[in-house]
């Protein structure tokens, strides 16, 4: 059974760090690429964060840029993504996907097929 979960959200002042966990079971994970994405409430899904098969290639989007960090263990099916710097628009819930068919770090939402249930992020101002 082709499991993803998220851990390590929660809630953190402005400028802290908060450092999220995706553990993945069921198939050969370290064959393909791994994304973080988030919603906020009233707003759609969107890209944050994703890194390829072998760890060596990352792609971020604009508004992290600089200050979140993506990282895999194949070893141990484990992702992460360090959060430094946290503003009050990253407040979001935090998915953890999968792709099923490539393993560049791709953006697009719909080379994911695998997807978790989400971790709730809130930055206070």
């Known amino acids: 059974q082709v499991q993803v979960v998220e851990s390590g959200g929660g809630l953190v002042q402005a400028g802290g760090s908060l450092r999220l966990s995706c553990a993945a079971s069921g198939r050969t994970w370290g064959s393909y690429a791994m994304g973080w994405f988030r919603q906020a409430p009233g707003k759609e899904r969107e890209f944050v964060a994703s890194?390829?098969?072998?760890?060596?290639?990352?792609s971020y989007a604009d508004s992290v840029k600089g200050r979140f960090t993506i990282s895999r263990d194949n070893a141990k099916n484990m992702v992460y993504l360090q959060m430094n710097s946290l503003k009050p628009e990253d407040t979001a819930v935090y998915y953890c996907?999968?792709?099923?068919?490539?393993?560049?770090?791709?953006?697009?939402?719909?080379?994911?097929?695998?997807w978790g249930q989400g971790t709730q992020v809130t930055v206070s101002s």
């Open positions: 996907a999968g792709s099923g068919t490539t393993g560049q770090a791709v953006s697009t939402m719909s080379r994911y097929d695998y």
């Open positions: 890194i390829s098969r072998s760890g060596v290639s990352t």
